[in-house]
Nanobody, 133 residues
Framework: QAWLVESGGGSVQAGGSLRLSCVGSGYTYSSYCMGWFRQAPGEEREGVASIDSDGRITYADSVKGRFIISRGNAKNTLYLQLNNLKPEDTAMYYC???????????????????????????WGKGTLVTISS
Protein backbone atom coordinates (compact mmCIF):
# COMPACT_ATOMS: atom_id res chain seq x y z
CA GLN A 1 0.00 0.00 0.00
CA ALA A 2 1.33 3.43 -0.92
CA TRP A 3 2.22 5.93 1.78
CA LEU A 4 3.68 9.40 2.17
CA VAL A 5 5.57 10.92 5.10
CA GLU A 6 6.32 14.62 5.50
CA SER A 7 9.05 16.20 7.61
CA GLY A 8 10.82 19.51 8.06
CA GLY A 9 8.13 21.60 9.70
CA GLY A 10 8.90 23.83 12.64
CA SER A 11 8.59 27.25 14.22
CA VAL A 12 10.43 30.20 12.70
CA GLN A 13 10.16 33.95 12.72
CA ALA A 14 8.72 35.92 9.85
CA GLY A 15 11.25 36.25 7.05
CA GLY A 16 12.80 32.90 7.81
CA SER A 17 13.00 29.76 5.73
CA LEU A 18 12.14 26.09 6.03
CA ARG A 19 12.53 23.08 3.77
CA LEU A 20 9.84 20.44 3.81
CA SER A 21 10.48 16.91 2.58
CA CYS A 22 8.10 14.18 1.54
CA VAL A 23 9.08 10.58 1.07
CA GLY A 24 6.72 8.09 -0.50
CA SER A 25 6.57 4.41 -1.14
CA GLY A 26 4.50 2.39 -3.56
CA TYR A 27 4.26 5.12 -6.18
CA THR A 28 5.27 3.68 -9.53
CA TYR A 29 2.87 5.54 -11.79
CA SER A 30 3.97 6.87 -15.14
CA SER A 31 1.42 9.68 -15.05
CA TYR A 32 0.68 11.45 -11.78
CA CYS A 33 0.24 14.62 -9.79
CA MET A 34 2.24 15.43 -6.69
CA GLY A 35 1.72 18.47 -4.57
CA TRP A 36 2.00 20.36 -1.34
CA PHE A 37 -1.13 21.60 0.38
CA ARG A 38 -1.79 23.41 3.61
CA GLN A 39 -4.63 23.82 6.03
CA ALA A 40 -4.87 26.46 8.71
CA PRO A 41 -7.28 26.03 11.64
CA GLY A 42 -10.83 26.72 10.54
CA GLU A 43 -9.83 26.96 6.89
CA GLU A 44 -10.19 24.64 3.91
CA ARG A 45 -7.20 22.75 2.61
CA GLU A 46 -5.57 24.71 -0.20
CA GLY A 47 -3.03 23.90 -2.86
CA VAL A 48 0.38 25.51 -2.40
CA ALA A 49 2.50 24.01 -5.18
CA SER A 50 2.26 21.04 -7.49
CA ILE A 51 4.27 19.17 -10.08
CA ASP A 52 3.08 16.60 -12.57
CA SER A 53 4.74 13.73 -14.40
CA ASP A 54 5.42 16.02 -17.36
CA GLY A 55 7.33 18.38 -15.07
CA ARG A 56 4.80 21.20 -15.08
CA ILE A 57 4.96 23.24 -11.89
CA THR A 58 2.11 25.34 -10.57
CA TYR A 59 2.08 27.67 -7.56
CA ALA A 60 -0.68 29.35 -5.64
CA ASP A 61 -0.53 33.11 -6.15
CA SER A 62 0.05 33.62 -2.43
CA VAL A 63 3.41 31.78 -2.52
CA LYS A 64 4.77 32.63 -5.97
CA GLY A 65 8.31 33.92 -5.74
CA ARG A 66 8.70 32.62 -2.16
CA PHE A 67 8.18 28.84 -2.32
CA ILE A 68 9.94 26.35 -4.59
CA ILE A 69 8.72 22.81 -5.25
CA SER A 70 11.13 20.19 -6.51
CA ARG A 71 11.51 16.44 -6.87
CA GLY A 72 14.42 14.39 -5.71
CA ASN A 73 16.37 12.16 -8.05
CA ALA A 74 14.12 9.35 -6.91
CA LYS A 75 10.54 9.80 -8.05
CA ASN A 76 9.30 9.13 -4.56
CA THR A 77 10.70 12.30 -2.97
CA LEU A 78 9.25 15.78 -3.06
CA TYR A 79 10.51 18.98 -1.49
CA LEU A 80 9.12 22.40 -0.73
CA GLN A 81 11.51 25.26 0.00
CA LEU A 82 9.71 27.98 1.94
CA ASN A 83 11.40 31.39 1.91
CA ASN A 84 10.44 34.79 3.27
CA LEU A 85 7.84 33.18 5.47
CA LYS A 86 4.90 35.19 6.75
CA PRO A 87 2.60 34.62 9.73
CA GLU A 88 -0.21 33.79 7.28
CA ASP A 89 1.83 30.81 6.08
CA THR A 90 1.17 29.14 9.43
CA ALA A 91 -0.62 25.84 8.75
CA MET A 92 -0.33 22.09 8.63
CA TYR A 93 1.41 21.22 5.38
CA TYR A 94 0.53 18.02 3.57
CA CYS A 95 2.14 16.13 0.74
CA UNK A 96 -0.13 14.29 -1.70
CA UNK A 97 0.24 12.14 -4.79
CA UNK A 98 -2.34 10.69 -7.14
CA UNK A 99 -2.07 8.56 -10.28
CA UNK A 100 -3.61 9.79 -13.49
CA UNK A 101 -5.21 7.67 -16.19
CA UNK A 102 -4.31 10.15 -18.92
CA UNK A 103 -1.11 11.99 -19.70
CA UNK A 104 -0.82 14.84 -17.23
CA UNK A 105 -0.11 17.34 -20.02
CA UNK A 106 -3.65 16.82 -21.33
CA UNK A 107 -5.03 18.32 -18.11
CA UNK A 108 -5.22 21.91 -16.99
CA UNK A 109 -2.09 23.13 -15.22
CA UNK A 110 -4.28 23.80 -12.16
CA UNK A 111 -5.56 20.23 -11.97
CA UNK A 112 -2.76 19.03 -9.70
CA UNK A 113 -3.16 22.04 -7.41
CA UNK A 114 -6.76 21.21 -6.52
CA UNK A 115 -7.14 19.18 -3.33
CA UNK A 116 -10.43 17.69 -4.53
CA UNK A 117 -8.57 15.76 -7.25
CA UNK A 118 -6.74 13.67 -4.64
CA UNK A 119 -8.41 10.75 -2.93
CA UNK A 120 -8.61 10.34 0.81
CA UNK A 121 -5.78 7.77 0.74
CA UNK A 122 -3.45 10.00 -1.29
CA TRP A 123 -2.22 12.13 1.61
CA GLY A 124 0.51 12.13 4.20
CA LYS A 125 -0.25 13.01 7.81
CA GLY A 126 1.24 16.48 7.59
CA THR A 127 3.97 18.58 9.17
CA LEU A 128 3.24 21.75 11.14
CA VAL A 129 4.69 25.10 10.12
CA THR A 130 4.34 27.98 12.57
CA ILE A 131 5.50 31.49 11.72
CA SER A 132 5.75 34.15 14.41
CA SER A 133 5.78 37.87 13.71
Amino acid sequence: QAWLVESGGGSVQAGGSLRLSCVGSGYTYSSYCMGWFRQAPGEEREGVASIDSDGRITYADSVKGRFIISRGNAKNTLYLQLNNLKPEDTAMYYCAAVPLWVESKTLSALYCLRAKNYGEDDWGKGTLVTISS
